[in-house]
């Protein structure tokens, strides 16, 4: 399934975060997790930029790691992705993960919001996490939710 489905990614740096996963890395983790047909931009951002979209779009007034806006959800998929480089780095730090297996956890989890997963409810948490977390063993990183 995951190699018939079809990639258009777009991926904007407009962060000064120094330790930044490549244009390569973001574009595999998007594609491993494909189930349909995508078309997205993901936009790495900084704290100003980052707390900005979040306060206009979900009133919470600061930055927080992803933000996944979708603009038509039939096939292909329209949507943005915003990744805040500096709160990911800072919780990788925090939680001891490794940075890089820590963006491709939340790219993976912005890439399956985009496709309809969410995590407002127990069973569709559990259904979201369970998918994460395969991916992310397929990928050779670490489980996402196990507490280090």
């Not at 904007?12 to 997205?40: C, G, H």
């Not at 931009?41 to 009133?59: K, P």
């Not at 930055?63 to 096939?75: G, H, K, M, P, Q």
Request: with cysteine; aromatic share 8%.
């Amino acid at each position: 399934m995951d190699a018939i489905n079809k990639l258009s990614l777009s991926v904007q740096y407009a962060s000064n975060a120094k330790k930044l996963p490549t244009r390569q890395q973001f574009r595999r983790w998007v594609k491993i997790a494909l189930e349909q047909d995508v078309q997205m931009v993901l936009r790495i951002v900084d704290e100003i930029e980052g707390r900005a979209l979040n306060q206009s779009y979900r009133g919470k007034d600061y930055a927080t790691n992803v933000l996944t806006f979708v603009y038509d959800d039939s096939e292909p998929l329209y949507g943005d992705v915003v990744i805040c480089a500096p709160v990911v780095l800072r919780e990788a730090k925090e939680q001891g993960k490794d940075m890089l297996a820590h963006f491709a956890h939340l790219t993976l989890h912005a890439a399956l919001h985009l496709q309809g997963y969410d995590h407002e409810k127990v069973r569709e948490a559990k259904a979201m996490e369970a998918r994460e977390t395969a991916l992310m063993l397929k990928l050779r990183y670490p489980a996402p939710y196990l507490v280090s």
